[in-house]
């Protein structure tokens, strides 16, 4: 039985409105005779969002980190399925609240503390929108290089980069439905084009790849192996796991009554279905250290250029499609919930007019890190760090949501959007510093034992012989952490729902009631249950 308290739709069953009609909701809770997306729909945008062009520029890390096919593929693998087994409980937030999970986090955080949900999607949105960007554009110049001979200059790159922004930002400014409608397209025929690639390099391809850690290495070589495997498998388990803050900005869609499994499904298997890009870019780029090795010597690997070296000639249009289509899909995923978020944050602004905003804010990354500064090499490390931020705030959220049950007040989450005070979630002053030490001690403690080889290492990056145990640790502080504050110093009684508390103590105390715009006067003592 679901404990959640759905409140009852004030409006008959609605077909879903027209592809253009431009989407007015912000961060307010969908109303219910307006979800009707599906389990399904929430696997095509979450799949679609990474079966690009970009996901193979991470799939290609595993050999650039030395390891052979096989090797890469096992840390590819691993990769996957962790950052799927961390992602997918994110995806209940949606259905449940009927909003995005920065705002569902504000029962976890406190009503001011779900800004850092708010900040950290924001940084994963330019992120991965700048990868998206980047590795997107430089195919499609490169393909038409090949094809058409059009000169590899800054003005044709700046060109192909503003294409792919300008259409990622209109179609984030129509909104869901129509996000919804090019994921479908991308989804089927990004697929056709991987498949079709696995054709065009069949006869190259060799499982057989050693790589550099082979019997015959030296000691000093034999020694970096699992740093590498290891430090392969975070960054491919940083691509699942980006999308942690923004899997409620779609399944917000779906419906209260779905059952939490199919989300939860729907969710893991569209992760388990990156595999399909990951491994291309993996024995692409296998192809790539045998045939062409220049395009990947670690210090200025260029995978791009490197597939477009060992393509057949009638490969580099469907090479330019992909790019095209990828950088429509990952981009639209990145940006839309940003700017759906950010129209909360600065209640001025509408959700169109946030999108626009932060849109704008993104492209200038864009092209001042591409040809004003030398953020292209270092995006993922920048990528590594944010996903090590964002990891422990999504324990503090999944474990949040399994000692509540499950159980939410849709009116007490919307108290920082409507520009209130009071409510279940006010904590002290707006803060649940319980959840908030969680979150900054783990994450501190992940940036600290952080290790990337020749990019970045944290001051105690070099205690576990070279290898990044920055993820792994910061997951099992911050649940230790939450768990023992929670049991150490009780929340309310009335954070927790008609079914009491899972896990954790709890302490009858008044709670303030709403108060501030639109606020109904309700007292305190009828919150203590």
């Known amino acids: ?9 004030d409006s008959p069953p609605a077909t879903p409105p027209p592809l253009t009609e431009v989407e007015t909701h912000g961060v307010d809770r969908i109303p219910d005779a307006e979800r009707t997306a599906t389990p399904f729909d929430l696997f095509r945008l979450a799949f679609g969002g990474a079966n690009t062009f970009s996901t193979c520029v991470l799939g290609a890390f595993p050999i650039l980190f030395g390891l052979s096919f096989w090797q890469g593929l096992a840390a590819t693998v691993l990769g996957v399925v962790a950052g799927a087994l961390i992602l997918c409980p994110m995806a209940v937030f949606g259905p449940v609240n009927g909003t995005n999970n920065a705002v569902s986090s504000s029962a976890h955080l406190g009503v001011h503390g779900r800004v850092v949900g708010s900040f950290l999607s924001l940084l ?9 960007v ?54 089927t025929s990004a697929s056709a084009l991987f498949l079709l690639g696995a054709i065009a390099f069949a006869g190259d391809f060799d499982p057989s790849y050693t790589g550099v850690f082979t019997d015959s290495a030296d000691p000093r070589t034999q020694s970096l192996f699992w740093p590498s495997f290891i430090g392969a498998a975070l960054i491919v388990l940083s691509n699942p796991v980006s999308f942690g803050a923004f899997l409620g900005d779609w399944s917000r869609y779906i419906p209260a009554s779905t059952p939490r499994r ?42 791009v250029g490197g597939l477009l070296a060992i393509s057949p000639s009638w490969f580099f ?83 949040g949501y399994c000692t509540r049950r499950g159980w939410y007040d849709p009116e007490a989450l919307q108290v920082f959007n409507r520009r209130q005070r009071g409510g279940r979630y006010w904590f002290a002053h707006g803060w649940n510093w319980r959840g908030m030490t969680a979150w900054w001690v783990s994450a501190v403690i992940g940036v600290l034992f952080t290790n990337i080889p ?51 103590r709890t302490v009858d105390v008044p709670v303030p009631p709403i108060t501030g715009p639109g606020a109904l006067s309700v007292p305190s003592t009828t919150l203590r249950a």
């Open 1 to 9: 039985m679901n404990s959640q308290q759905t409140p009852p739709s």
């Open 124 to 132: 994963t949105a330019v992120a991965f929108f700048s990868i998206s």
């Open 134 to 187: 980047w590795s997107s554009g430089d195919a499609l110049i490169g393909g038409a290089h090949r094809l058409f001979g059009l000169e590899r200059s800054d003005v044709s790159f700046g060109v192909a980069y503003a294409l792919f922004a300008g259409l990622v930002l209109a179609v984030c400014v129509y909104g869901f439905r129509f996000m919804l409608f090019v994921n479908k397209v991308a989804v």
């Open 262 to 303: 199919k989300v939860i499904g729907a969710a893991f298997l569209s992760q388990l279905a990156t595999l399909l890009p990951f491994v291309f870019g993996l024995a692409t780029a296998s192809i790539i250290a045998t045939k062409a090795p220049d395009y990947v010597d670690p210090a200025a690997p260029d995978f």
């Open 317 to 399: 249009l469907p090479v330019c499609l992909l790019a095209l289509i990828g950088g429509l899909s990952t981009g639209t995923t990145a940006l839309y919930g940003t700017g759906l978020d950010f129209s909360s944050v600065f209640p001025r602004l509408s959700r169109v007019q946030a999108t626009v905003l932060i849109g704008a804010v993104s492209i200038a990354f864009i092209f001042v890190g591409r040809f004003g500064l030398d953020l292209v090499r270092s995006i993922s490390t920048f990528a590594t760090m944010i996903i090590t931020c964002t990891t422990p705030w999504m324990v503090v959220m999944i474990l």
């Open 454 to 504: 020749g990019q970045f290492v944290g001051p105690l990056g070099d205690l576990a012989n070279g290898v990044d145990i920055s993820l792994p640790l910061s997951l099992a502080v911050a649940a230790v952490l939450f768990l023992t504050l929670l049991r150490l110093f009780p929340e309310p009684r009335a954070v927790y729902g008609p079914q009491g508390a899972r896990l954790a």
